[in-house]
Each structure stands twice: as structure tokens, then as C-alpha cells.
């Protein structure tokens, strides 16, 4: 490079930027190429379980409770062929970081920890998860897909290659895995150490502003509404914060955003640091010790974090993201439809 005369390294510079977006080009085309694929190795029954138009009034109706409390549509893990199974698993794991990913898998593993401990087959099933597809992937430049069961809820809406990723939501039940084999293991534990680190640390003036109720906040507030709006700003503002919490608070924030592929979480958090460090706020309820009922939330101006973890004596975690004017790909949805009319 160094040896390069200046008109040769401006030619360089096209190249690589030419071959950066015929790779991202690529990329894009990949995922939507895999979920044709993964459509395509449905038979006929499938599809017409799967497959609903885009704006099926089922595509905004989510719930992390398990199938048997909440019916969903489409087809289950179970009615899946080994082929076809993996074909979806294929499908997550590109639209996810390796992160999130495992965090999906181990989440469906844990039915099998419930069964153990809880003896009920019925309740806790791992085939339980449901896949749904509205539009079609092959085709339409709008479409969205959905992957979802007992404390897992993935929307993924793609616009002409955008992908949204929102709402996302987490559970793990247990939270610390009590005997057996993976006896301590926990699925969700960057994000409830954080949280407790960050509260733990800080003095005892910013915990008075930190902390909006000492009794625990029994369940996420925002629960499975379809629409959710900027809550009452509450606790304390980032800014308030040492450099060594604020960098925790962020370590947090990013811990949720490692869910995504990382150049999604890096544009996100890029965004965030430019445009709404002022506006970003963390509050608390409850316990401030890992094994007592414990609740947080993180708000900005474009997003709210969740989490709690109240269930079976602080040992049952909830969690979930959601931006105010991204959930179910409305912003991207909005911006496709004011450039093409």
C-alpha cells in the first residue's frame, strides 16, 4: 500500500469499497436466499400453516408464555423433517450472532431442566416452538418471519435487505440451573450480573435516584403489547454516572444488542453513543442481591430494556427489547413506502 502512487491509491480505495458492497450485497442476498430455500422444503400443508400474507393480524400478536397457555399459528418444531429442522436452525443462526444464537438453543434445552424438576410433560416441551413467514422471502421485498415459544419470542421483518430485529425477548427458567448435570449453569447471566453489578457500585446518592421502589416490579411492564410507547423517564441518567458505570451501563446495553449479527450491533451502538447518550436512564426495583426478587429497566430515546427476575424465589428471568418506532420493522416499513410513492 505504502508504495502505491496517490492516483493508484484512490483507484484502490474504489475497489475495496466496490467489493465491500458487492459483499454486503452478498450477505443480504444470502439470508433471503436461505429462507427460500427453508420455504421451499415445505410441503404443501406446511405452507398453508406457515405462510400468511404480510400483514396477517397474527404477525403483532406475541407472548413468551408457553403453548399450551398461548396457542400460536404455524408449524412447530415437531412437524419439521430432520432436513427441514435444520434448515431453520441455518436460518437463525444467520439472522443472529453466534451469541444469541447459543442463547436460543440453550433456552429450548431448558424445557428439558423443567421436565426433570417439574415432571410435566405437557407444560414443558421442547418441540413447542412455532416458525411463521409472512410474505414470501423468494419474492416480495417486504416480509417478515417469526420464531417463537415458552421464553423465546424472534421477529425478524426484512425490507429490500434492511432487517429489523425487534421485539426480542429472553427467558430462562431456571435462571441458575439447581441439579443435575448443569447443575450452576446460568443461560441469562451478562445480563442479570450487570444490572447487579451497576446498582451495587454505585454511592449511596445515586442509588436514591437509581432505585424508583423497593418493592419488586413482579413482571416486565410493557408485557406482550404489540406497540409500545416511550415510558415516564425514571432513575438515574447515564450521565450522572462515574466513567467506570457509565462504561457498565453501555457493557450492558451491548450485552442485549449482542443478540444481533455483529454488524447490526455495531451500527446500533454506534448510533446510540451519537445520538441519545443524553436521554439514556436506568432504574431498579426490588432486591439489589442475586438471590432475591430484582427488576431494571434501560430507556433511550429510541428503545426500552426489561428484565426481571422474580418467578420461583428470583430464580425465573424475563427479558426483552424494544424500540418505540422499530418493532415489527415499522420504521423501515414506513421509510420503503415514502421512497417508493
Given amino acids: 500500500m505504502n508504495r502505491l502512487k496517490y492516483k493508484n491509491i484512490k483507484k484502490f480505495i474504489f475497489g475495496a469499497g466496490l467489493i465491500s458492497l458487492v459483499l454486503l450485497l452478498a450477505v443480504q442476498v444470502n ?3 436461505s429462507a427460500t430455500v427453508f420455504v421451499e422444503s415445505l410441503n404443501t400443508a406446511q405452507k398453508e400453516k406457515m405462510i400468511k400474507p404480510f ?4 404477525k403483532e400478536n406475541w407472548h413468551f408464555l408457553p403453548s399450551v397457555l398461548w396457542p400460536r399459528q404455524g408449524v412447530e418444531l415437531r412437524d419439521l423433517t430432520a432436513a427441514q429442522r435444520n434448515l431453520l436452525f441455518e436460518l437463525l443462526q444467520e439472522n443472529l450472532s453466534q451469541v444469541g444464537y447459543n442463547k436460543v438453543l440453550k433456552i429450548i434445552d431448558l424445557e428439558n431442566v423443567l421436565i426433570e424438576i417439574k415432571s410435566n410433560v405437557y407444560m414443558r416441551d421442547p418441540e413447542n416452538y412455532n416458525v411463521n413467514f409472512y410474505g414470501d422471502p423468494g419474492k416480495d421485498d417486504v416480509w417478515a418471519w417469526t420464531f417463537e415459544g415458552h421464553h423465546i419470542s424472534l421477529n425478524f ?3 429490500r435487505g434492511k432487517v429489523s430485529m425487534a421485539p426480542r425477548f429472553y427467558g430462562a427458567s431456571p435462571a441458575i440451573i439447581p441439579s443435575g448435570s448443569r447443575k450452576g449453569e446460568r443461560t441469562l447471566a451478562m445480563e442479570e450480573d450487570l444490572g ?4 451495587q457500585e454505585m454511592t449511596a446518592g445515586q442509588k436514591e ?5 423497593h418493592e419488586v416490579i413482579a413482571d416486565i411492564v ?13 432513575g438515574i441518567q447515564l450521565k450522572a454516572l462515574s466513567k467506570s458505570l457509565q462504561k457498565t451501563l453501555l457493557l450492558l446495553i451491548d450485552t442485549y444488542l449482542s443478540n444481533m449479527p455483529e454488524d447490526q450491533a455495531a451500527k446500533r451502538m454506534k448510533q446510540l453513543k451519537k445520538e441519545e447518550l443524553e436521554e439514556i436512564y436506568f432504574a431498579w426495583a426490588g432486591a439489589t442481591e442475586l438471590t432475591k426478587g430484582h ?16 418467578q420461583n424465589d428470583a430464580n ?15 420504521d423501515l416499513i414506513k421509510e420503503h413506502y415514502h421512497t417508493s410513492h
Fill in 55 to 58: 400483514d396477517h393480524e397474527s
Fill in 295 to 310: 427488576y431494571y429497566r434501560v430507556q433511550g430515546k429510541t428503545f426500552l430494556i426489561e428484565f426481571d427476575n422474580v
Fill in 31 to 33: 439470508k433471503k436466499d
Fill in 157 to 159: 421483518t426484512n425490507v
Fill in 316 to 330: 425465573h428471568i424475563h427479558t426483552v427489547w424494544r424500540d418505540f418506532d422499530g418493532d415489527f420493522g415499522r
Fill in 196 to 199: 447487579l453489578q451497576l446498582i
Fill in 222 to 234: 410493557t408485557s406482550n403489547k404489540p406497540k409500545v410507547d416511550p415510558l415516564e423517564p425514571a
Fill in 209 to 213: 435516584i437509581a432505585i424508583i421502589q
